[in-house]
């Protein structure tokens, strides 16, 4: 095993990604992959898609459009295993046994389960989306994996991981590290419209976006209201234009500024000038996405790749395991 720190990261496999997964996440994780010093694991957590959803006909190609997402955003797989949760079979063996460390009250304690329930509307919930937590915790301690970058939202899971790896260590003896979460240091893009950012709420900008696609979509991002022509001071600070501006667009975030409250910049052209840049930023993703578009059979082949890896760890993890637990 290498000395480099683990890394674990994971998204469910919801399709295209836009650019919030990249500023809630994968900027991060690109970051910490150039960074080197690390060795970055990258989970598609398919079993946890059928937490919320069991219909399961579209989660390959889901997959396998995500996959080409973090290629194109910069995911090298030769540093990067990607594999899928569900082709390394002790994911759901470890959360077996972590499923016995943790009480159902705790869990029911989970605020971020509690409003996701609310936002939702899930009603009752099953008995696997209760134990979700649980299930990330063996994704995360099945590579010993020592730091998580997450968003905020996801800091409670950290701390079940941190307290199952504690509690597991203290009945069996030591195996696992206590990870570290690493928060994102951008917040999630408002989507076009304010709302957040969803591709089912149609105010996403993709990833896979055409430039023209990015163009038409900001035309209709929604600005200040009280600025309704040019020459109308406006207020940057609660327009959603101005974020993208300060997101891809910094070294003219002051010229921005100054031009929208003065009134001399109108929304038309300053909603441009940020397709624009957002361009600028995506067209290395365009360039590396070719690669790899048009041949499924590539990406198969990279998450087959990452699963030979992914799977000679978690087996000697199960060892341990077995090991300290002295079973098998
Ligand atoms: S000029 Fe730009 S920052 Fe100002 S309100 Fe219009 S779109 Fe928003």
């Given at each position: 095993?290498?000395?480099?720190?683990?890394?674990?990261?994971?998204?469910?496999?919801?399709?295209k990604l836009h650019l919030g997964h990249w500023t809630g996440a994968l900027e991060n994780w690109v970051a910490l992959q150039n960074e080197g010093g690390y060795s970055n694991y990258h989970l598609i957590a398919d079993?946890?898609?059928?937490t919320t959803d069991l219909d399961t006909s579209r989660i390959h190609e889901h997959?396998?459009?995500?996959?080409?997402?973090?290629?194109?955003?910069?995911?090298?797989?030769?540093?990067?295993?990607?594999?899928?949760?569900?082709?390394?079979?002790?994911?759901?063996?470890?959360?077996?046994?972590f499923?016995?460390?943790?009480?159902?009250?705790?869990?029911?304690?989970?605020?971020?389960?509690?409003?996701?329930?609310?936002?939702?509307?899930?009603g009752p919930i099953s008995y696997g989306y209760?134990?979700?937590?649980?299930?990330?915790?063996?994704?995360?301690?099945?590579?010993?994996?020592?730091?998580?970058?997450?968003?905020?939202?996801?800091?409670?899971?950290?701390?079940?991981?941190?307290?199952?790896?504690?509690?597991?260590n203290r009945q069996y003896g030591q195996v696992f590290p206590e990870p570290a979460a690493r928060l994102t240091q951008f917040a999630r893009l408002p989507g076009l419209d304010g709302k957040k950012m969803s591709k089912s709420l149609n105010n996403a900008i993709l990833l896979s976006d055409s430039p023209d696609d990015v163009k038409k979509k900001m035309k209709k991002a929604v600005t200040d209201p009280l600025k309704i022509r040019k020459g109308d001071p406006g207020?940057?600070?609660?327009?959603?234009?101005?974020?993208?501006?300060?997101?891809?667009?910094?070294?003219?975030?002051?010229e921005i500024r100054r031009g929208c409250e003065s009134g001399e910049l109108g929304c038309v052209d300053c909603k441009m000038r940020a397709a624009e840049r957002i361009n600028t930023f995506?067209?290395?993703?365009?360039?590396?996405?070719?690669?790899?578009?048009?041949?499924?059979?590539?990406?198969?082949?990279?998450?087959?790749?990452?699963?030979?890896?992914?799977?000679?760890?978690a087996r000697q993890t199960m060892s341990d395991v077995h090991k300290a637990m002295k079973i098998g």
């Open positions: 095993m290498p000395n480099k720190k683990i890394i674990l990261s994971g998204m469910r496999p919801t399709g079993y946890h898609a059928i997959s396998l459009e995500m996959v080409l997402d973090w290629l194109a955003a910069g995911i090298d797989p030769e540093h990067s295993p990607v594999f899928r949760q569900s082709q390394i079979k002790e994911h759901t063996e470890l959360h077996l046994v499923s016995m460390l943790i009480t159902t009250a705790r869990l029911e304690r989970n605020p971020t389960l509690k409003e996701q329930v609310r936002d939702l509307e899930l209760l134990g979700y937590p649980v299930l990330q915790a063996a994704d995360i301690l099945l590579y010993k994996g020592e730091i998580v970058p997450v968003g905020e939202d996801q800091l409670s899971h950290v701390e079940i991981t941190r307290e199952i790896a504690r509690d597991f207020r940057p600070d609660i327009c959603l234009v101005f974020t993208y501006h300060k997101k891809f667009n910094s070294a003219e975030e002051q995506l067209d290395p993703f365009r360039e590396r996405r070719k690669k790899y578009e048009g041949h499924p059979e590539r990406l198969e082949e990279i998450l087959k790749s990452g699963e030979e890896r992914a799977r000679s760890i």
